[in-house]
């Protein structure tokens, strides 16, 4: 359990605030976080060792003549905090003049319940030890031909707080329990493809460390009778891992109205305009407490919210801080991110691709020739969205049906073509991690060998 609770920290907080203010700023942030973090390691089909790590730090952000500066410290030691605030100061007076920065000024927020689970604070070594090895054991007990290269179980306990001179002052505590596990299968000769699976949330009920492992057992082996096929153009079938791989990024580059701002962005000038099929819906989601990523307020404690991106394949919104806020005259959708080591930036909270009306059973039936994508392994450029590289657990459709586990099969395409050339989208959905992601069919796309 921490030895320091909530109001010690916003104390500091506002103390090291006032004090900036004393020492001549016209504006001043001050975030500060305290974590504890037990995890277990698991290594080469053994639990191998325990870590428990207790970060903290304090990000300081002042303004001086509308010229920012920034520092931070990785400690709550007044006197470390001190000296940061001052070298944040004097960064601000040789800084460039800016109009557009500012802090935000205090909203309402709704405090989300779900995401702190009090059992955090009892939660020890051997109990960290212990999920570890049922995770292992549901693996390697799935089939003796399973092996384990290395794998975690983590249970995190974050504190966060911010306060600004405007007068926000919020502080929030959450939990995270997070698994995952990666290996093979082998049977003589023959070696499976490659996997890792992994699931986090934010109360330890809803973590299940078997149904991981023995997700991850079942897709090693059955990749291991792989073989090899012929190229050819068809249909690209995205399991939410390689969703994740292939899609996520991009799409989140491009919305970053930072990114849009400086013309960096594919969807710079397509606000409005169609940028997808129209069986995509993207959804930025910080209030989704069933992801890692729920929070009640953003990096700057602007309340979190629920962003429609791309609705039936339009471009909808960007995602903002109050920088780019202030600079588009728009307001922050609350997507500030960052830790204490950096100026709140940009990031998307839980990312979310809408259902659509066709179950995944069916949409393998309406494949003429493709192949499931469960993982991809390869480059994938997020400013003009081409990527290319090797297809992981893959398997073979053809007439609607599943043939074998591929190998040494290459895909390469542009993303934002693919996100037109979306043809269905799956009913179920999967949590992974920050998103929550269905199964998505892409036609036209190339495979080579």
Do not use: W
Not at 125 to 144: I, P
Not at 352 to 358: K, L, Q
Not at 432 to 449: E, H, K, Q, R
């Amino acid at each position: 359990m921490m030895d320091i609770d909530i109001d010690t920290i916003l104390n500091t907080a506002e103390s090291t605030l006032r004090e900036g203010l004393r020492m001549g700023a016209d504006e001043v942030e001050v975030y500060a976080i305290r974590a504890r973090d037990v995890t277990a390691f698991v290594e080469n089909n053994s639990v191998k060792h325990v870590k428990i790590h207790e970060p903290r730090g304090v990000g300081l952000r002042v303004l001086y003549r509308k010229r920012m500066g920034f520092a931070s410290v990785n400690t709550l030691d007044n006197g470390s905090i001190g000296y940061a605030l001052d070298t944040a100061l004097k960064i601000a007076k040789v800084s460039v003049y800016d109009r557009y920065n500012t802090l935000p000024d205090p909203r309402h927020v709704d405090t989300l319940e779900g995401i702190y689970d009090d059992i955090i604070e009892s939660f020890s070594v051997d109990d960290a030890v212990r999920y570890a090895n049922d995770m292992l054991n549901t693996a390697r007990g799935y089939d003796s031909r399973v092996t384990v290269d290395s794998g975690v179980f983590s249970a995190s306990m974050l504190i966060h707080v911010i306060c600004n001179s405007r007068g926000i002052s919020l502080h929030e505590r959450m939990s995270i329990f997070s698994c995952s596990i990666m290996g093979m299968a082998r049977e003589g000769n023959s070696v499976s493809n490659f996997d890792v699976q992994s699931t986090a949330t934010h109360r330890l009920k809803d973590i299940d460390v078997h149904r991981t492992a023995s997700r991850f057992a079942e897709n090693v082996v059955g990749t291991l009778d792989s073989k090899a096929c012929e190229g050819f153009k068809g249909s690209m079938v995205l399991a939410p891992n390689a969703t994740l791989d292939i899609i996520k990024e991009p799409l989140v580059f491009s919305v970053n109205a930072h990114n849009v701002q400086r013309n960096a962005s594919r969807f710079s000038k397509m606000l409005g305009r169609e940028v997808g099929s129209s069986d995509l819906t993207v959804i930025d989601d910080a209030r989704l407490i069933e992801c890692i990523n729920a929070s009640s307020f953003d990096r700057e404690g602007v309340p979190t919210r629920r962003n429609v991106v791309i609705d039936k394949g339009t471009l909808k919104q960007f995602l903002h801080n109050s920088y780019t806020a202030n600079r588009s005259n728009a307001e922050s959708t609350g997507n500030a991110s960052g830790s204490v080591n950096t100026p709140p930036l940009i990031d998307a909270t839980n990312f979310i691709i809408s259902p659509g009306s066709i179950c995944y059973e069916d949409m393998i039936k309406e494949v003429k020739r493709g192949i499931i994508i469960n993982r991809f392994s390869g480059n994938v450029n997020p400013v003009d969205g081409n990527f290319s590289g090797v297809v992981k657990g893959g398997y073979l459709i053809e007439r609607g049906e599943v043939k074998h586990p591929v190998r040494e099969v290459m895909v390469a395409g542009n993303v934002f073509d693919a996100l037109k050339s979306i043809s269905m989208v799956s009913k179920e959905q999967v949590s992974v991690m920050d998103s929550l992601l269905p199964y998505i069919v892409v036609d036209g796309v190339s495979f080579t060998v």
